[in-house]
């Protein structure tokens, strides 16, 4: 906290040091010792969940189940919600012997764990795809969206090779107040639809391609180079990063 | 229009031509030519600006000054206010000869030529920098967003190396509703603040550096591997795109 | 279709809307709903087959066996003829399932289901190798071309490293209308090649080689360096691409 | 010659020296001595323009004004209309110094001398631009295209950020026979146009705007893996090769 | 040694030779074959262990079992402690079979044999990790640091977007004597702890994340483009070259 | 401050406040006020120069002459000796407008204003070089060590093409306490040097060099990957880094 | 033949056709057909073997067993020594199964037959490697230089970390006719052995090592900017084609 | 010298100094002090230019005139032969006033001092150029070859778009006894060269072309993925190195 405790919140526990109400060791504690706590391995941050008013994520890629299954405990003991991302399978059963209530979205590979309810907001999120092939990384930025309360539109498999797919469902573009693109291969798709509507546009570039697209390098430039206004990118088949930042606008 | 025109508009339109208050000809113009003139090397868009409910944008570089004066020269005729980026100083001078509206930032390269007033929201965008060098984009990016009708809080060389000097401003940050953060180099700022706050944060990696910066690529990867969530990157120098975008997310 | 209906086919339409012989409700749904039906992960476009005189193509990498067979299910009921490409033996057999129609191309990894004969020209595209381990790409093009309806004229593996070969069947070369040369490593016969013919070459770099060919690199930057003139380049192993262009170009 | 020449001539040239009505002396010539004459630092190629139908061709970027001219000289001897590339107009001046017949096209960069009529074929080359910047190449293209005989249409500035434009122009696009798309950025263009026609599309990358473009690298791989088929692509800012490929098809 | 033999060394036994107490084959001995042994595929390398005072390392990557056990058994002989990296569990059964003494840090993948004791000082390296998943990097860091006799403080898991968790630790960090900072993704870490503190930072670049970090590209180039100084950086993923070095200061 | 202060200083400020001795705005000025001023484009940083006990440094690269007048003049208040790097002719001009204290070192670029004595050491840096273009950036990072009260041994062009110039210079190796080695090309000098001496060396890859040298890459790559253990690489041509890092180290 | 057949041969074959020792027929086919004869999936080119006093040589890699053994069986009718490489075990089982002359190099993955003896060179070509990892590719360089009649010393792991051991090996070195260096990692072997010999030295870089290695690219840098003169490089890991250009130049 | 002297050197240099005919000092100098001398900035290497029967080269690029000339000075006292690469005119006089031997190869850029006759061998080395442009690279190989002693045959403009020219200049490649191959843009001439001789063959890239050639990339990574066997690779644009490395073959 210390380093983000604006100057009137520093001030009142000061005056409460000074008035007696607070001990010394008290304000040191409240200064300095943030509240997570060591899991050996990992440290849950339960303070960034409360500060931000969102499920606490869980990047699962690159953790064993055990350590995975440790931090859902932990954050369940709080009544936290959790948003579990890049899961397999065997994830999935992992946290089911922790909790019933966890539901697995097989396409988006995201395990949520619901404990509170989320207030809704009835703005939606357009999330949109060239390809079928791009569908995981759709669902992925979708389900997050959700499961952050917002409405979401799916418009799937409208690349710009069929431009006409895309133009019939030009009501649900302008429907949205935030839109995801989700595309491969050579990402025209966040262009076009960047010169159609006057919302924001995140755009993520996906893997989908082979040979030149260098494992989603073609779709990432042509989004940053995009000659549309408007756009906003994030990392190769960033479907998380993309339905969060979608969802912190559309709650603005 | 025909592409983006949606249900309800075609119907009417319909209508129109069967009722006979409109000619086959007239519907035909209407659904198929759209307000642009053609200037030979350059057809001015005003459709869009009316769209978009912003000024008209010209992106300077690669066009020469007698170029944009003859777009300037056209658009000025429907009272649009303009835009013109990367702009030099003869881009200046040359506007300067069409009218004496022409405003000239010099550290942005930007003329702004105003004609129409903008309605003004009262909701900040922040826009930091790491270093002084990258201070040209951060202009670019804040007198846009300005000229699109936003309030906005320069936060300059407050980069990671000494970083209580972010935390001393740490209350600019928090007031703000959008966050531009613009740094070449490592690009690491992009991460801390998105750590910090819970809005938008719009990352602008810069080619300030040099060896293996490889002309702002560093910057790029960093921000668009960050692992903090809710940040959309930008072009490398793309301070103009930065500013659009948060500009259109500030007004939602 | 309304984007790319000409001025006439919208004349016709808007003076038939007049005249009372098209309702407005037809009209608009003449203009607005293009023929696609929703499978709910993919839209199958029967309009872009009838517009190509082309078979429906479905690239299946990427895509479950199940999602292949829904696809060519409906496809099979406007009895369209099928290509499928990069297609494992997994998909031959479930598309058997549906259909005794279907071949299979091992070498090419294509499945066709011929339904409609096609028009075949007796113009000849010769299919080039530079080496064995090029073959597969290349029967992907010639097996794309010949469904396409070309008379397609194999020399495979005549590499530059014993150029006697290649002109051994230099009357080959010669007496094809269009060329696609298939060159993994150094890539260089698309020059030699695109010197000796006064024809259109296609070339078509592949991934075969190792090490400093970076996948495809090597092959792919040479021929789009190629100083010979009239060589079009695709994408890295991409003989359908390669194929089908030729194609095109052979019909004209 | 030997190399290219095919079976009946080697066959009729042997039975010439059999019978005695050429010489031993007179056949090695034939066969093994080329038409071109040693300028020291060039060999000028007659033989290929003969062969090919077309003007001869000079590259003149990294070559002297005095090494072109020595050329040009040369290729005025036997007639030919000549086509010289990447010209600036130091060139010019010093071709006009040999003929009073050069034309100098200033947007390509290109100066032609015509000596000789060409047919014309009246099946167009459409040349389309995204963007203002990328007039320069499309130009160098159109020249070329029209020097060997082919009619140009050409359709600028009409890329996807403002979609209505390119639609509004579908009919040239339709009428052509041959489409050549010039784009920088994110090249998204080749694939929208790739989309909506069935003729052959020659995609130029340009290294038109900045950042992570990479001098054109991001049109190139955009173009490279689009999902549009039917695109065969050239160098990055290749306009002169792209004219060159077009020609050839259209004159098939 | 000849090479690295300094002029006293060189000057003594000249005269050593000279006063006949080494005979001059001695000499041409001392001066020429350093002490290693032909193994046929690996020549071990006593001397240079004990030139540094530190215990024989052994890459194992890319080495059989079986090469590396031969190793083991000719270093034993020498009574030599041995650091063996990058190994499986299979090298270090594979060890047990020739040494009870050989003990295994899992996560580290390092097996060590301790025959001789350590001079150990209580001089303090602080191994810091961005993630979780960063953690095996830092452990090769970590243990090769305490084979080589140093005190290793370990503060994992306080990446940048939760900044409050390293300052928390900002106490270990002060304390530490050298820093060895281990990040993936954006490698931002680095740039932070090099601002805080005064001492040598270490910073490994790991290649943990996805997409546009192309295998620790995105951290590496963050790292070398640090804007604190005093930082130097080791390969992706190098935790022993890191340990290695940061030992080296230590004990200086 | 807040965020480097430890518990201990933490507690005695909160003590002082309970006690009376500091006022609670006091206390809030030390928590949260850090000792920069605002120059508008820059802020100067004394407490980051106090705490390391090093001269304030400018990095004049991309900045106006202007600036850095601005950055001395305030630097100067406080008695810092000033290590200005980059610094070319113009800026020694303008800075000596200052000051007469001010001393220009021409190859290392750096202009160097001495205020106040520092305590030199008698460990000695060795500072090497492969060949005589990697002088410049060899000086600065001798410069740079000696400003900061190092002893440099400069050991110039003995590159390992000639690798008995290296060795004839191994007592100065042998000496040293901390090594820099600045080489292009290949930077195969710094493995060399690595594995002949057991001191900590910092690695300079230098854009010496030309084709496939890629401004750096080739050295900078080379000096990651070295064989050698104890190397520590800074980014290219970043002298002022290497003998910053090196000078660290030196005065553990 | 024709393309490589030189003046003189061209004039006999025109004389003995004039006098009719030869037929017009044989001249054609004299000129036109190449012995070679099709295999369906590759033509097995005698003509080359016999033209360079070599053995047939097979690249495996990317060939089926199948395929394999169908091209030993086409040149063993001719006596043909054969050099089969990249060969796993299943090809040396697939050849045994033709002959029982062929001895397999596992190390190297080369599979030999041995029909017809060579003469052999008793001038030696050193093949040199920097480290244990780099056999293999150093074992694929010395057997093809054996068989194909050169003597070869081999000088394994004496890597520049550890230069004593190259010393010690200098009459190694300095005994060979043409060296062979490889190395992976850093690569600055070659630079080391280039700087000290002066002979031809043909470098291999391969892929040994990690991270920032990028699959040899690091070495493969290297090696192409060594400060040493007198360096031809090969692909990375190829070291049949050092061994093959090794063996051309000791057979001069 | 002790690196590089070999065994019987260093026993015949103890036996004298047992025997007393040389003293302990001396035979120090003799092994510790190389033949060069301190210029500063450079230390000239008699030794190597006797060890190799050369003259001494210097690479005049990134070199002050003035340096150049005390280099050249100070050789020219050892009556050496001096060639000196890269060299603008600038250089070229800055020589002359040192000496009138000087001659100055202008396309070649190099400065050839003769002092001594070198022993000049029959065996040529061919040159061979794809393009005009490439003929500066070539004529720094061919003047470096014919300045160490070789005959030089230069056949230049032969690249592979017009083959016939190549096959033309068949007996210039054929009576070679080594080939040089200087080619830009794809580099396929290296290849072609490459299988229709048995001679070593040195392949130069140059960085002549634009767009997609990256400076030299393109050419460079086809000559080192070259399908030919018997080709070593130089840097881009090394004319020397290839010269170099070819006049060490040729007189082997």
Same mark, same amino acid.
């Given at each position: 906290?210390?380093?983000?405790?604006?100057?009137?919140?520093?001030?009142?526990?000061?005056?409460?040091?000074?008035?007696?109400?607070?001990?010394?060791?008290?304000?040191?504690?409240?200064?300095?010792?943030?509240?997570?706590?060591?899991?050996?391995?990992?440290?849950?941050?339960?303070?960034?969940?409360?500060?931000?008013?969102?499920?606490?994520?869980?990047?699962?890629?690159?953790?064993?189940?055990?350590?995975?299954?440790?931090?859902?405990?932990?954050?369940?003991?709080?009544?936290?919600?959790?948003?579990?991302?890049?899961?397999?399978?065997?994830?999935?059963?992992?946290?089911?012997?922790?909790?019933?209530?966890?539901?697995?979205?097989?396409?988006?590979?995201?395990?949520?764990?619901?404990?509170?309810?989320?207030?809704?907001?009835?703005?939606?999120?357009?999330?949109?795809?060239?390809?079928?092939?791009?569908?995981?990384?759709?669902?992925?930025?979708?389900?997050?969206?959700?499961?952050?309360?917002?409405?979401?539109?799916?418009?799937?498999?409208?690349?710009?090779?069929?431009?006409?797919?895309?133009?019939? $469902? *030009?009501?649900?573009?302008?429907?949205?107040? #935030?839109? &995801?693109?989700?595309?491969?291969?050579? !990402?025209? %798709? /966040? =262009?076009?639809?960047?010169?159609?509507?006057?919302?924001?546009?995140?755009?993520?570039?996906?893997?989908?391609?082979?040979?030149?697209?260098?494992?989603?390098?073609?779709?990432?430039?042509?989004?940053? $180079? *995009?000659?549309?206004?408007?756009?906003?990118? #994030?990392? &190769?088949?960033?479907?998380?990063?993309? !339905?969060? %930042? /979608? =969802?912190?606008?559309?709650?603005?």
């Amino acid at each position: 906290m210390g380093t983000i405790m604006n100057e009137d919140g520093l001030k009142r526990l000061l005056e409460q040091v000074k008035e007696g109400h607070v001990s010394v060791e008290e304000a040191v504690g409240d200064l300095k010792n943030l509240p997570f706590e060591d899991l050996g391995f990992a440290k849950v941050d339960h303070h960034r969940s409360i500060r931000n008013g969102y499920p606490e994520v869980i990047f699962c890629q690159g953790k064993t189940v055990g350590q995975i299954k440790s931090i859902v405990q932990k954050l369940m003991e709080n009544n936290n919600n959790i948003l579990a991302t890049r899961a397999g399978e065997d994830v999935y059963k992992g946290i089911l012997e922790l909790t019933r209530d966890a539901v697995y979205y097989e396409t988006a590979r995201i395990v949520v764990v619901k404990r509170r309810d989320l207030i809704v907001t009835d703005k939606m999120i357009a999330v949109i795809t060239a390809g079928t092939s791009d569908i995981p990384v759709a669902e992925e930025a979708a389900v997050t969206a959700e499961t952050l309360g917002n409405g979401v539109d799916r418009v799937y498999d409208v690349g710009v090779a069929g431009i006409h797919r895309l133009f019939a $469902n *030009s009501d649900h573009l302008m429907r949205a107040n #935030v839109l &995801i693109v989700v595309a491969g291969m050579e !990402g025209a %798709l /966040a =262009s076009v639809v960047g010169g159609m509507v006057d919302k924001p546009v995140i755009a993520v570039p996906t893997s989908v391609g082979y040979g030149a697209n260098f494992g989603g390098l073609s779709a990432l430039l042509a989004m940053l $180079n *995009s000659c549309a206004s408007g756009i906003g990118v #994030v990392n &190769i088949d960033n479907g998380f990063g993309a !339905g969060y %930042l /979608a =969802s912190m606008i559309n709650k603005l």
